[in-house]
């Protein structure tokens, strides 16, 4: 007997909300929006319109699209309010607030991808994200964006080359 969606969900919720949470964080870093507050509001989501999950896609491909979307909406906002205060301010504090018992060249070097990838434009950071920090396949990428594989992969490309340049003008020194 096949599992209902609603039934999939709560099966698998311990795996998946981690796993969108921590996609969330990468998302919203550096914007001052509260990451944990948002994976509650795509899992509010998910919870309020599991019925039109039709399985045509992985449960976490779906999830992953809506906390996309929730994020790119809460940015947007963000955006708009900050075009009217001018007196908001970025929480910069949250960048490194996971890596506290790592050693300081470690956290520094955590530090400073978080900031390059914080600072490329959305369309960029977004593929970085589903590629270089979730590990999701490009034929998944492009179902959740609507994009051709051919666009996705000539995206990353160059979302890539700009994370490298960011890194290098920040001093960002990799031993490989």
């Not at 996609?23 to 919870?47: C, H, I, N």
Request: aromatic share 6%.
């Amino acid at each position: 007997m096949q599992t209902s969606p609603q039934q999939q969900l709560d099966d698998q919720l311990e795996e998946l909300y981690p796993r969108i949470e921590r996609s969330v964080r990468a998302y919203t870093l550096g914007s001052g929006l509260d990451s944990q507050d948002l994976t509650q509001e795509v899992f509010l989501k998910a919870v309020r319109s599991i019925g039109s999950f039709g399985g045509d896609a992985a449960l976490y491909t779906w999830l992953f699209r809506i906390a996309r979307n929730t994020c790119i909406d809460a940015m947007r906002r963000l955006r708009t309010r900050r075009r009217y205060h001018t007196d908001a301010e970025m929480d910069e504090s949250r960048l490194d607030a996971d890596e506290d018992t790592d050693p300081v060249n470690s956290r520094e070097s955590v530090r400073m991808v978080q900031q390059a990838i914080a600072k490329l434009d959305l369309e960029y950071r977004d593929l970085i994200v589903m590629r270089e920090i979730e590990g999701l396949p490009v034929a998944d990428i492009a179902a959740i964006t609507g994009l051709k594989d051919g666009t996705v992969k000539s995206r990353l490309f160059r979302a890539r080359l700009m994370l490298k340049e960011l890194l290098t003008k920040a001093g960002y020194e990799h031993d490989t």
